[in-house]
């Protein structure tokens, strides 16, 4: 299944939907009209998970030599007397929702992040489960050279990912921070070589969309509570979870197929 949007392309295969920034001559960066298409794309995500045949996993991931530049400056042109935008109103209506949803999504989300993910592009591929980068690629906290704070969750992602020290280098630096180096943080999951980049998020994205959707969903989501959490909330969250998993066909059949050793056939119920 494909679908034509102007900024954006989207198609499912396989149960496997992938999102790709499509304007590549600014980078892939985000005007409202990209936003709408974004935003569009996803509520089909959302609605394809409990569909027939299901969406079982995200990949995202930008056209030509860039994943995205983050906010497109030239609907920012702020200089010479013009009328401030209200940037309050446009990270409440556009990036703040949209970093929600993509946390909250009940399946993996990858990010394949093919060049140079800048602003809040370089967040928008944070907020995704697992980032594979190129090697090509790097990460810029471009904020600071424009005089603005990290946003799109930067600054709840970075000191989480790599720690206080890197995160304010990052962000007060603003220096391009190269995939390999950023593998080696742990600020991403993996550094791939370019020509390997999608045929391994492919190979991986196909795997989760065959795996216990259910649990994936509920990992990511103990994951994320866990921050907010003491041990003993968030053992209790996971045993409200395993609870919840103990029930499902896909434990029944991971269980089963361990015992007979034979493949699992998850179904994701
Ligand atoms: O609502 C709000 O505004 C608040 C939210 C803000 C969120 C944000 O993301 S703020 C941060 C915005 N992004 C940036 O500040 C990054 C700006 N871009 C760059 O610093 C550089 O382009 C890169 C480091 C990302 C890449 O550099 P390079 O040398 O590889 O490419 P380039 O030549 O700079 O860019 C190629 C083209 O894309 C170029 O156009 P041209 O000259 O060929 O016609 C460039 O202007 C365009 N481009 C790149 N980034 C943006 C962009 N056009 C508009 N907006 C961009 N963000």
């Not at 921070?177 to 991403?188: K, T």
């Not at 969309?209 to 909330?233: C, D, M, N």
Request: aromatic share 6%; charged share 20%.
């Amino acid at each position: 299944m494909a679908t034509n949007y102007k900024n954006i392309r989207f198609e499912v295969e396989r149960g496997v939907a992938t999102l790709t920034l499509n304007r590549p001559e600014r980078l892939n960066s985000f005007t409202a009209a990209m936003h709408a298409d974004v935003r569009h794309a996803l509520a089909r995500v959302e609605a394809g998970v409990t569909a027939e045949p299901t969406v079982r996993c995200l990949v995202i991931t930008g056209a030509g030599r860039g994943f995205c530049a983050g906010q497109d400056l030239n609907d920012r042109a702020v200089g010479a007397g013009a009328e401030p935008v209200d940037l309050g109103r446009t990270i409440d209506t556009l990036y703040k929702p949209l970093v929600l949803k993509l946390q909250r999504l009940p399946i993996p989300v990858i990010a394949a992040v093919n060049g140079v993910a800048a602003g809040a592009g370089a967040n928008l591929a944070l907020v995704c489960d697992l980032v594979f980068a190129a090697r090509s690629a790097n990460f810029l906290q471009a904020f600071a050279k424009i005089g603005l704070v990290p946003d799109c969750g930067g600054t709840w992602f970075l000191p989480r990912l790599v720690g206080h020290a890197r995160a304010l280098g990052l962000a007060l630096l603003a220096e391009k921070l190269p995939a390999a180096e950023a593998e080696a943080w742990g600020l991403i999951w993996k550094c791939v070589d370019d020509a390997e980049l999608m045929p391994t998020v492919r190979r991986v994205a196909e795997q989760l969309a065959g795996g216990p959707t259910r649990a994936y969903a509920r990992a990511k989501a103990a994951i994320h509570a866990a921050g907010g959490l003491s041990l003993e909330g968030s053992l209790d969250l996971e045993r409200d979870f395993q609870r919840e998993l103990g029930a499902s066909h896909d434990y029944r059949e991971g269980v089963a197929a361990f015992i007979e050793k034979r493949v699992a056939k998850f179904t994701g119920e």
